[in-house]
């Protein structure tokens, strides 16, 4: 099946990325993506160090492949720490938000012998990271879930791999068959998943997410600040809707206020249900089942490998021969 430069650079079987997931993306999904020839990455948002240190061991417990750890823009004390706990542990792969840690904290990194793969949503981060020096950039559209740029996918990765000498790996609204061969097509050496990933046997995320993912159309995410203060796009819930509705009317600070916290509370007054706000994306309405990551990945790519032998275009021209 597929092989690209971005597996021998990452040291992997498949050129399968598992998007760094908070509520979504534990230690299992980690471990089992790698274990099954993709790189699995650890989500570090709102974590301490300690808990990045325990989870780092916990999916090396698991796995001896190669596994990645998302440092997310929070501060640059937070950045720090966790790069330097990335080298401390000797983590192999590093990827950094839709903003980077600085060039500074790259080439530490880099330096320690790490790879650095940068999530970007414009030609223009692309460029930048790239200048800076991290070995690969995932072209992330607005249809991906969590914080999203501006650009769709269709539009923005070809643009970037015209822009960049690097390798550039897809995102957001990639989730079938289809859609990785589509990435393939576009110029992309591979792939980044996140919310197809959410629905696995392996996945931490909670037995109503999982329920609203299988339930889901295409319409069914929202784009919101209420999350983190930046636009994130996640499961649309009657909360996240009146907060949004809410800042439309100029509805007064102490209303916004109170529908944020509701929000970001991790249960619904109304019920006993599990129902924290969790990032996914509008492929959600693609999704019908939940199965082990496996034989996700491994059925996915065997399905993009027949239908790229039966696509239209080869047809055509096969009869004319």
């Known amino acids: 099946m597929f092989h690209t430069v ?55 417990e698991r796995t001896v492949k190669p ?28 990827t950094t938000g839709r903003a980077d840690p600085g060039e500074q904290i790259v080439r530490r990194l880099k330096d ?25 950039v995932v072209a992330s559209g607005s249809e991906a879930g969590g914080h999203v740029g501006m650009v769709a996918t269709l539009p923005l990765v070809p643009q970037v791999v015209d822009a960049v000498k690097i390798p550039v790996i897809a ?15 576009l110029g992309a050496v591979g792939v ?8 696995t046997v392996e996945s931490d995320m909670n037995a109503w997410g999982k329920a609203q993912l299988l339930a889901m159309r295409e319409t069914d995410t929202i784009v919101t600040r ?31 206020t109170e529908l944020k916290r509701r929000v970001r509370a991790s249960r619904n007054a109304d019920d006993k249900a599990d129902r924290r706000q969790s990032a996914a ?11 082990p990551v496996r034989d996700l990945i491994e ?16 047809a055509s021209r096969t009869a004319e021969k």
């Open 67 to 94: 596994f990645g750890v998302n440092i997310m823009p929070m501060g640059r004390g937070i950045a720090e720490r966790a790069a330097a706990t990335c080298i401390e542990l000797g983590v192999p792969v590093v």
């Open 112 to 136: 320690a012998g790490i790879r650095v793969v940068s999530v970007i949503p414009t030609v223009e981060h692309a460029r930048r990271m790239e200048a800076e020096g991290v070995d690969a």
């Open 6 to 60: 971005v597996c021998d650079l990452l040291g992997i079987r498949y050129p399968v990325l598992q998007g760094a997931m908070q509520g979504g993306g534990g230690v299992e999904l980690v471990a089992a993506v790698s274990e099954a020839g993709g790189l699995g990455v650890l989500p570090t948002f709102g974590g301490t160090d300690q808990k990045l240190r325990a989870d780092i061991a916990a999916v090396r």
């Open 281 to 291: 994306g509008q492929i959600a309405g693609l999704i019908r089942d939940v199965v």
């Open 299 to 314: 059925g996915l790519l065997a399905d993009a490998a027949r239908l790229a032998t039966r696509m239209p275009l080869v």
């Open 226 to 256: 209420a999350m983190t203060g930046a636009p994130v796009r996640c499961i649309k819930t009657a909360e996240n809707v009146a907060y949004e509705e809410a800042l439309l009317r100029n509805a007064d600070a102490a209303e916004v």
């Open 171 to 185: 995102a957001g609204g990639i989730g079938d068959a289809r859609g990785i061969l589509a990435a393939f097509a």
């Open 192 to 199: 980044q998943m996140g919310t197809r990933f959410m629905a």
